[in-house]
């Protein structure tokens, strides 16, 4: 397994090239967040890498599963990928991205004219679904389509 050393027991960390100290302290090193002890054995460090992956794959899938059955598919997906991220620096990235397309996202959301379109599309939507109920109770009244006491 390549970690990106040529020295045994150590593992690749990006540098951080961001502009302002700010930036800095908020993004934190890519690489494995494995202790030292762990890190200093490649034997270890491989089978620790395996454990991280297995938990992680584990937490992933059954987000997968999740996402058509009740639960927090979505939630649960992105904290198997956070599990990754401890010692993947391709977690790391993916969740690097992630956050930054949810605040974008987030962001265009609070924007007022994407508001008042959100507003005024749900108004629209919330008539449509009154004068279809309107046409219901005209035709039906408040009797049920199906004959619930012949059961």
Do not use: C
């Amino acid at each position: 397994m390549n970690t990106g050393s040529n020295k045994p027991g150590e593992a690749a960390v990006a540098e951080d090239r961001t502009g302002t100290d700010d930036e800095a302290a908020a993004a934190r090193a890519l690489g494995s967040r494995a202790p030292d002890f762990i890190k200093a054995r490649r034997a270890l460090h491989l089978s620790w890498q395996v454990g991280v992956f297995i938990v992680g794959l584990a937490v992933v899938v059954a987000g997968i599963i999740m996402l058509p059955l009740p639960g927090p598919g979505w939630v649960v997906i992105f904290g198997g990928m956070a599990i990754w991220a401890t010692e993947f620096v391709w977690a790391q990235l993916v969740l690097r991205w992630t956050k930054r397309k949810v605040t974008e996202a987030a962001q265009r959301a609070l924007d007022p004219r994407v508001r008042r379109r959100n507003i005024i599309l749900t108004s629209i939507g919330l008539v449509i679904v009154a004068v279809l109920a309107g046409i219901y109770l005209y035709k039906f009244g408040l009797q049920m389509p199906w004959k619930i006491k012949d059961q």
